[in-house]
Nanobody, 123 residues
């Protein structure tokens, strides 16, 4: 059983930065591609960023490209999302997810999910 636990969310002002972390249980962390998704009230869950198992490949949604950076530390079984220049429209619950597939950007292709962490950006 793979378990994921996000942390690092909070309330910040526009222009601030936050770093989210996602700790993953299990001994095969490097076999999983990891992704971050977010869901704002009344909206569907949307893709934010993904990283391959080795960390060598990444992919971002256009809305966060240049502001967010996904990374992973396979020795610590942890994936990160560094969020800079935050905007009020980034307000959402952020979820991390693990997938057996290579760099998926669709939530249906992810096998395991965390419970989410709230990020609120005030204007």
């Amino acid at each position: 059983q793979v378990q994921l636990a996000e942390s690092g969310g909070g309330l910040v002002q526009a222009g601030d930065s936050l770093r989210l972390s996602c700790a993953v249980s299990g001994r095969t962390f490097s076999n999983y591609a990891m992704g971050w998704f977010r869901q704002a009230p009344g909206n569907e869950r949307e893709f934010v960023a993904a990283i391959s198992g080795s960390g060598g490949r990444t992919y971002y949604a256009d809305s966060v490209k240049g502001r967010f950076t996904i990374s992973r530390d396979n020795a610590k079984n942890t994936v990160y999302l560094q969020m800079n220049s935050l905007k009020p429209e980034d307000t959402a619950v952020y979820f991390c997810a693990a997938s057996w597939r290579v760099l998926p950007t669709t939530d249906k292709l992810y096998n395991y999910w965390g419970q989410g962490t709230q990020v609120t950006v005030s204007s």
